[in-house]
């Protein structure tokens, strides 16, 4: 017979059922992006052949989703050495969603020099939101929010701080207003 104490599991509880449906939910949207993905190739990169998931809008402003995996997504813009760009982002992304407990980061990221050697930046939160212009430009930390001059012309991309990106769910949502300086 069991005692009230086994009765009582973490799951029967409203953190434990809370998880459960946490869970649920970063399943359901990394299938739908597993699913839905438009962009990235096998080594992270974007794929010239597929064009952007995004909303663009008036005066060089685009809203777009930048899932946990692939490292990178192309934002679709074109930048200029004449210009800023305005990032801010929100959301979740699960990075090691097969850890238990799974690892939710914002754009921010986390801050873990355990993590660093999965960084793409390894000074920089793992996790967070990262940015370059180009293939080949370096990469740098934009994390929710961020407002940098634009130094080479090139392709915007927008990505996650994670070198493995295959065990990684969810999504930042992401506004980018390109003005000139």
């Given amino acids: 017979m069991g005692t009230d104490e086994d009765d009582r599991s973490f799951w029967k509880t409203i953190p434990g059922i809370l998880s459960g449906v946490a869970a649920l939910l970063t399943a359901v949207t990394g299938l739908f992006i597993a699913i839905q993905a438009t962009t990235g190739d096998e080594d992270g990169g974007p794929d010239p052949g597929k064009p952007p998931v995004a909303t663009v809008l008036p005066a060089r402003i685009v809203n777009l989703s930048v899932p946990g995996a692939p490292t990178w997504t192309d ?17 979740t992304v699960v990075a090691a969603n097969n850890q238990n407990p799974p690892l939710f980061v914002t754009p921010i990221g ?9 960084s793409v930046i390894k000074e920089a939160n793992h996790g967070g939101l990262i940015a370059r212009v180009g293939i080949s430009g370096q990469p740098f930390f934009v994390g929710s929010g961020s407002v940098f001059p634009v130094t080479t012309a090139g392709r915007l991309l927008l990505g996650v701080n994670d070198t493995a990106t ?15 300086r």
């Fill in 110 to 118: 986390i801050e873990s020099p355990s993590l660093a050697k999965f």
């Fill in 75 to 91: 934002t679709g813009i074109d930048v200029q050495p004449s210009e800023e760009v305005i990032v801010s982002a929100s959301g």
């Fill in 166 to 180: 295959f065990n990684n769910a969810g999504l930042f949502t992401v506004r980018v207003e390109v003005k000139n």
